[in-house]
């Protein structure tokens, strides 16, 4: 571990902020590792892999410190246009970055090292390409039930990255996360702060709005569906007179059976995703919400680089 920073060190260095980016397979834990970070729920986690599509910043702050931290989209091997476009945008992430952290899922890798071989196959050369100081943590150890088989693992991964240092934390329970935050502390650059001391993301809300919605689609539908479709906010406007915020948003599919299975007999299941959507609105917004949605079908969207980019958070602002 590295040594805490001197007196003479903190005087030199009042404040320090930088960017983070959380990078790794998809499904290692990278949006429940951010949220556990920020002690807020920014980034949506379901069980499905590749639920995260942008780069999603969370913003952590303390009296001296903070961190834009983000959260990317899984890096793996990909001919489909969708994937190949997440892929795409985790890594230029690491533009502008001051530190990377690889997060792994230990539970998939202490029996089958294989896999572990196969994914970094993929994230070693380009990591060690971009000269950006790197932090490895094997994520989700309270799945390994012996934890001496940890130790095999970690002597393969000093083998790819001999000169890193190295965590074993589970973000779900909170467990090794604190030790991790004060490591990334350290080894952020001396800077003033960036950001207000009140802001949370440097997303457009109307963004986060459309990515609640999508989260409570993907834990409502069936397995394959939620890859097939995407949410856009189309409107976002206040009431003078009553104060209620009123959000419309339309979830695009790819075809009129998927759009039957989003509504549901009688328009329940959209009913039932609107109004998990609209009660963590009010909770994250501290305001009243009504929020209408509508489905409409969008062949092929997933092969529409176009439509990918309006989808983008810089493309969602107010």
């Known amino acids: 571990m590295s040594?805490?920073?001197t007196e003479q060190e903190n005087t030199e260095c009042p404040t320090r902020c930088g960017v983070v980016v959380i990078t790794g397979p998809p499904n290692s834990g990278k949006s429940t590792l951010?949220?556990?970070f920020l002690g807020e729920k920014l980034s949506i986690v379901t069980p499905k892999p590749q639920t995260t599509r942008n780069r999603i910043s969370g913003i952590y702050q303390e009296e001296t410190t903070q961190i834009l931290f983000l959260d990317t989209p899984g890096i793996h091997h990909t001919t489909k246009s969708l994937n190949?476009?997440?892929v795409e945008t985790a890594w230029q992430a690491l533009e502008g970055a001051d530190h990377v952290l690889l997060l792994l899922d230990a539970s998939r890798y202490v029996?089958?090292?294989k896999r572990l071989r196969?994914?970094?196959e993929v994230i070693h050369q380009r990591l060690a390409q971009s000269g950006l100081t790197l932090t490895v943590a094997l994520n989700k150890q309270d799945l390994v039930y012996q934890k001496r088989e940890l130790l095999p693992l970690l002597e393969s991964l000093r083998a790819y990255f001999p000169d890193t240092e190295f965590f074993v934390l589970s973000a779900t329970r909170g467990e090794g996360t604190l030790e991790l935050l004060e490591h990334i502390k350290q080894h952020l650059p001396c800077s003033p702060f960036l950001y207000p001391e009140d802001q949370l993301s440097t997303l457009p809300m109307?963004?986060?709005?459309?990515?609640i919605v999508r989260e409570k689609l993907f834990l409502s539908l069936e397995q394959e569906l939620p890859y097939s479709l995407a949410v856009q906010t189309e409107y976002w406007?206040?009431?003078?007179?009553?104060?209620?915020?009123?959000?419309?948003a339309v979830i695009y599919v790819s075809t009129k059976s998927h759009k039957a299975m989003v509504i549901g007999a009688k328009g329940r299941k959209l009913k039932e995703v609107g109004q998990a959507a609209r009660l963590e609105l009010e909770a994250m917004l501290e305001q009243r919400v009504y929020l209408q949605l509508w489905v409409k079908v969008k062949p092929r969207w997933t092969e529409?680089?176009?439509?990918?980019q309006e989808l983008a958070p810089e493309n969602q602002g107010l």
Do not use: V
């Open 84 to 86: 190949a476009f997440l």
């Open 34 to 36: 951010l949220n556990c």
């Open 237 to 248: 406007d206040q009431d003078p007179e009553s104060g209620m915020l009123n959000i419309g």
């Open 111 to 113: 029996e089958h090292q």
């Open 3 to 5: 040594e805490a920073p």
């Open 304 to 308: 529409n680089r176009n439509f990918l």
């Open 206 to 211: 109307r963004f986060l709005a459309s990515e």
């Open 118 to 120: 196969r994914d970094l």
